[in-house]
């Protein structure tokens, strides 16, 4: 049996001129056949996906027909991890409404929401956070809309029910491997396990899915658009995914996934990208997309949301620039073409 390849150094911590810390991981590139463009680290290494994911999650929901009316913004919303921002849970809180449905009908449980603001709000009106302010509340009301075409139960998180069935074959065939294995995610839905070739191969399809039947072709393009065209949905301000999103012509989609892990789709190309850091630390995992953004010609690397994910600076204090991160140099390769 051959040893599988160990973690490459994606990205490296910098204090003064000496690397103080490095973040260790895999990625890869894939064409829409399971074609390795490049690799770093271990290709088949098994990964959780986690949120990387959700626009393999939503895709039932649209090429089942349930999702034929339902507009760009709430398809975006299907794919979001997002801040709990007023933008996020009124549309999310409208979704619901227009559907008979209401808060008590999601099941994400409920989160203190990251967007400053809305944290703010609450705390002066004396309010606590609800199951809206999740991250993941625009996936679950996907999954309740597919939910009422499909006519399941209302715990529609179980691992055998008709929406969870759906998502994992959706999962698998985009994957073109069985899952390996799943677990609960923090919103309570089921996350499933896969390579991470696996997982880039899914990309891909996303960015080029010609062959995949007329349903999911549509259905496909139809997320990655609404990704690419509300990426203020899909994250929040200031965060990695909205901003890369934003700079980025082409209807490129960035996807980043709890424990460090990034997807990423460009359709122009017909490519996908999947990256797992396997510390968990998100600011090595911004990094290195941004690294194979640029690198596939996606990112101008010298646009301000690629600078502060290629070369964050480390600031003491006293505000003193002090260190930075960047990627590592086999990863980025002086921005050489992919």
């Given at each position: 049996?051959?040893?599988?390849?160990?973690?490459?150094?994606?990205?490296?911590?910098?204090?003064?001129?000496?690397?103080?810390?490095?973040?260790?991981?895999?990625?890869?590139?894939?064409?829409?056949?399971?074609?390795?463009?490049?690799?770093?680290?271990?290709?088949?290494?098994?990964?959780?996906?986690?949120?990387?994911?959700?626009?393999?999650?939503?895709?039932?929901?649209?090429?089942?027909?349930?999702?034929?009316?339902?507009?760009?913004?709430?398809?975006?919303?299907?794919?979001?991890?997002?801040?709990?921002?007023?933008?996020?849970?009124?549309?999310?809180?409208?979704?619901?409404?227009?559907?008979?449905?209401?808060?008590?009908?999601?099941?994400?449980?409920?989160?203190?929401?990251?967007?400053?603001?809305?944290?703010?709000?609450?705390?002066?009106?004396?309010?606590?956070?609800?199951?809206?302010?999740?991250?993941?509340?625009?996936?679950?009301?996907?999954?309740l809309a597919l939910n009422r075409?499909?006519?399941?139960?209302?715990?529609?998180?179980?691992?055998?029910?008709?929406?969870?069935?759906?998502?994992?074959?959706?999962?698998?065939?985009?994957c073109d491997a069985p899952i390996?294995?799943?677990?609960?995610?923090?919103?309570?839905?089921?996350?499933?396990?896969?390579?991470?070739?696996?997982?880039?191969?899914?990309?891909?399809?996303?960015?080029?899915?010609r062959g995949l039947g007329r349903?999911?072709?549509?259905?496909?393009?139809?997320?990655?658009?609404?990704?690419?065209?509300?990426?203020?949905?899909?994250?929040?301000?200031?965060?990695?995914?909205?901003?890369?999103?934003?700079?980025?012509?082409?209807?490129?989609?960035?996807?980043?996934?709890?424990?460090?892990?990034?997807?990423?789709?460009?359709?122009?190309?017909?490519?996908?990208?999947?990256?797992?850091?396997?510390?968990?630390?998100?600011?090595?995992?911004?990094?290195?997309?941004?690294?194979?953004?640029?690198?596939?010609?996606?990112?101008?690397?010298?646009?301000?949301?690629?600078?502060?994910?290629?070369?964050?600076?480390?600031?003491?204090?006293?505000?003193?620039?002090?260190?930075?991160?960047?990627?590592?140099?086999?990863?980025?390769?002086?921005?050489?073409?992919?």
């Amino acid at each position: 049996m051959t040893d599988a390849p160990e973690p490459a150094v994606l990205a490296e911590v910098l204090r003064g001129d000496r690397v103080e810390s490095r973040h260790r991981g895999h990625a890869i590139v894939c064409d829409a056949r399971g074609g390795v463009i490049a690799a770093w680290g271990d290709p088949d290494a098994v990964v959780f996906p986690r949120s990387s994911c959700k626009m393999l999650q939503a895709l039932p929901l649209v090429e089942s027909g349930a999702g034929a009316d339902i507009g760009s913004e709430r398809l975006a919303l299907a794919c979001a991890s997002h801040s709990g921002a007023g933008l996020h849970v009124t549309r999310v809180a409208a979704w619901l409404a227009a559907m008979g449905l209401g808060e008590r009908d999601l099941r994400c449980g409920p989160q203190v929401p990251d967007d400053a603001a809305e944290r703010h709000r609450l705390r002066d009106a004396g309010e606590s956070p609800c199951q809206i302010h999740n991250n993941c509340s625009g996936k679950h009301a996907g999954f309740l809309a597919l939910n009422r075409h499909l006519r399941g139960g209302p715990e529609y998180v179980e691992i055998d029910h008709p929406v969870q069935v759906a998502a994992r074959v959706a999962f698998e065939e985009m994957c073109d491997a069985p899952i390996l294995g799943w677990g609960v995610d923090g919103c309570s839905a089921p996350t499933f396990q896969t390579t991470l070739r696996g997982l880039g191969t899914a990309m891909a399809r996303m960015a080029d899915p010609r062959g995949l039947g007329r349903a999911r072709e549509e259905a496909a393009r139809r997320l990655v658009a609404a990704m690419a065209e509300h990426p203020l949905l899909v994250a929040g301000e200031g965060r990695a995914c909205s901003e890369l999103m934003a700079a980025m012509p082409g209807g490129v989609a960035v996807k980043m996934g709890a424990e460090a892990v990034y997807t990423a789709i460009l359709p122009e190309r017909g490519l996908g990208v999947a990256l797992k850091v396997e510390d968990g630390g998100l600011r090595g995992a911004e990094c290195a997309i941004a690294a194979l953004l640029v690198r596939l010609g996606a990112l101008d690397p010298g646009h301000p949301a690629a600078r502060r994910r290629l070369f964050p600076a480390i600031l003491s204090r006293r505000g003193a620039d002090v260190g930075a991160i960047r990627p590592a140099a086999g990863l980025l390769a002086d921005g050489a073409r992919l």
